[in-house]
Each structure stands twice: as structure tokens, then as C-alpha cells.
């Protein structure tokens, strides 16, 4: 559905994405996570055909998106502050929705609108930041493109209406799968929602897989810090904190059998590490050193 094979893209000479490689094969829901400036919106940029890859390869539905009508009509990219037209209104926005998206699901959009209570006369500017995301989201959802991009869809919102959105994209997707990718800082609300996920940092592929591997990695170990560092020889350790003779480390490890038992014959306690402290913890650059 996507295939991205060594591209680079460079702003000014600066290089802002090195060697990506990556594909996603089937109609998922995957994540894209990365810290300020990793290089997450010059990707889906160059996925909709917004920019041309400076080299290697971006290809949607078997095709280059950039200067391609015919391939970028499989594609929907909701960015995070979309350029509506300042002179649209809501209905005006769902209508160019209907008009670019061949598979537009109307009755999806009509539904959502009222379960996000938009006013459909309101004019685009004067909405709130939160109403202007939903009103992104439902034009995301409605488009039943093949290769669905939603920049930071939750932007803005409460916590109930990100739950109902989310509710909205899984029954969405139940229905009628196709790539939606979905880029954002909130991880641990969407992970249950993905099965893939994709790590940029600093404009490479830090990693690409399966939401559940992800899930699986990153333990804290405690205990007395010679029992401690008994066990985590040769391992990254991603943060540590000391309480007198007592240390607690996380470590770039598996939450495995093994862990639980090598922690059990040290008397150490173990503890899986959530996934947002895990990322950011990977795509920290100072060394930690025990
Ligand atoms: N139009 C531009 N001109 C020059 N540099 C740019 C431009 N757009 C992005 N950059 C730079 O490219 C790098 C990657 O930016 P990008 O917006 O792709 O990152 P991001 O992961 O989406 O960040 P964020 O989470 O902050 O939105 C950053 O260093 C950014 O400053």
C-alpha cells in the first residue's frame, strides 16, 4: 500500500530524512511516532505526492504520488492545521471532501458531524482549534481513501470526544480496511488501535513493527544496585534512578520469561515500562551510564 525504498529530502541543502525504508503491505492502522522535528510531516508530505523525494523511492498503490493525479486519488493526508479555504464553511469543507475522495462516505460524515455537534454554516476560521480537528477527522474518515494520513487528528480535543473518535476510526476501519496512517505524540491513547507502529528519529527509520513486539519491550528493574548490575550486563540501560544502596533501571529489554525469572533468582522486582516512556527514553540521546 506504501512502499518507501532509501529516500532523502533535504530543506536548503539541510537533509531532513536519510535512507527511509519502509512498506506497509496491508490495510492497517499504523502509528508514526517521533519526537519535534524527526522528520514525520516531510514523510507524509512526500507520501502525498506534496514534495518529490530528493532520492530512492515513495510509492502509494504501486505508483509515485508526486505530480500523479491518478496516484494521489488513492490518497486522503488530513494535515494537522489543514489549509481550508478561509471562506469555506463546514459544509463547504465536507462538500470538497465528497468532490476529491472517489470512495466518500457520506453517510460516515453526516454521522460524525452530529456526534461531534458541528455547525455545518460555521465558517472554517471561526472554529476552535478542537472543532477544527474533528471537522479534519471526519473528512479523514468519510474519505475511505486507500492510504489514509491523519497528522495529529486529536489535536485540541477533550478527552471524550478523542475517545468517540477513536471508537469512530476502529468501527471505521472494521468496516471497510484500508491504510490509515496516523501520526501522533499520544501514543499510549492510540496503541490500542494499531498494529503497526513506525519510530522516526532525527530523519531516519528508528524502527517499524508490530504494535505487540513494541508492547513487549522496555522493563524496570529494581533492587540492590550490586544485584542489579549483575543482571543487566551488555544491556542498554534508558534511564536510571538511585534511592541509597537501591537502584531502578529500564532496560531496552523484553518483558520475557526470562527477565521475570532472572529478576525473581536476584530478588529484584520487575515492572513493564509504558510505551511513551519507552520511546522517548530510545530517542534520548545522552548516554546512561550506571
Ligand atoms: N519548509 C521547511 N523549510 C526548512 N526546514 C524545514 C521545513 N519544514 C520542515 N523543516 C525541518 O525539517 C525537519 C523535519 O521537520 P518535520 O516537520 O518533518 O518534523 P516532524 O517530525 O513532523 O516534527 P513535529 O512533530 O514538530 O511536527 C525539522 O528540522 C524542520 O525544522
Not at 146 to 174: C, F, M, Q, W
Amino acid at each position: 500500500m506504501i512502499y518507501v525504498n532509501e529516500v532523502a529530502y533535504s530543506y536548503d541543502n539541510v537533509p531532513v530524512l536519510e535512507n527511509v525504508s519502509l512498506e506497509e503491505k496491508e490495510p492497517v492502522i499504523a502509528g508514526l511516532w517521533g519526537r519535534n522535528g524527526a522528520g514525520k510531516t516531510t514523510l507524509m508530505r512526500l507520501l502525498a505526492g506534496h514534495q518529490r523525494p530528493h532520492g530512492g523511492t515513495v510509492q502509494v498503490m504501486g505508483s509515485a504520488p508526486y505530480g500523479n493525479p491518478a496516484a494521489v486519488r488513492h490518497v486522503c493526508y488530513m494535515q494537522e492545521d489543514h489549509p481550508f479555504s478561509p471562506i469555506w464553511t463546514v459544509q463547504d469543507a465536507l462538500r470538497f471532501g465528497r468532490y476529491f475522495n472517489a470512495n466518500w462516505d457520506q453517510a460516515t460524515a453526516d454521522r460524525l458531524v452530529e456526534t461531534f455537534r458541528l455547525d455545518r454554516k460555521k465558517r472554517v476560521p471561526k472554529l476552535s482549534k478542537g472543532m477544527k480537528s474533528a471537522l479534519q477527522f471526519i473528512i479523514g474518515l468519510s474519505s475511505h481513501a486507500d492510504v489514509t494520513i491523519l497528522d495529529e487528528p486529536t489535536n485540541g480535543l477533550d478527552a471524550g470526544i478523542r475517545r468517540k473518535l477513536y471508537e469512530a476510526l476502529r468501527e471505521s476501519h472494521e468496516d471497510s480496511p484500508r491504510l490509515i496512517l496516523i501520526s501522533t505524540h499520544h501514543i499510549e491513547e492510540v496503541q490500542t488501535l494499531c498494529e503497526s507502529l513506525i519510530v522516526m528519529h532525527k530523519g531516519k527509520l528508528l524502527r517499524h513493527q508490530q504494535i505487540d513486539e513494541f508492547r513487549e519491550q522496555g522493563i524496570w528493574l529494581a533492587g540492590e544496585r550490586s544485584a542489579v548490575t549483575s543482571v543487566i550486563d551488555g544491556h542498554k540501560v534508558l534511564e536510571q534512578s538511585t534511592m541509597g544502596s537501591k537502584i531502578r533501571v529500564m532496560l531496552d529489554a523484553p518483558y520475557s520469561k526470562h527477565w521475570k525469572e532472572q529478576a525473581q533468582v536476584k530478588g529484584l522486582s520487575i515492572e513493564k515500562a509504558d510505551l511513551q516512556n519507552y520511546l522517548l527514553n530510545i530517542t534520548e540521546d545522552a548516554e546512561v551510564n550506571i
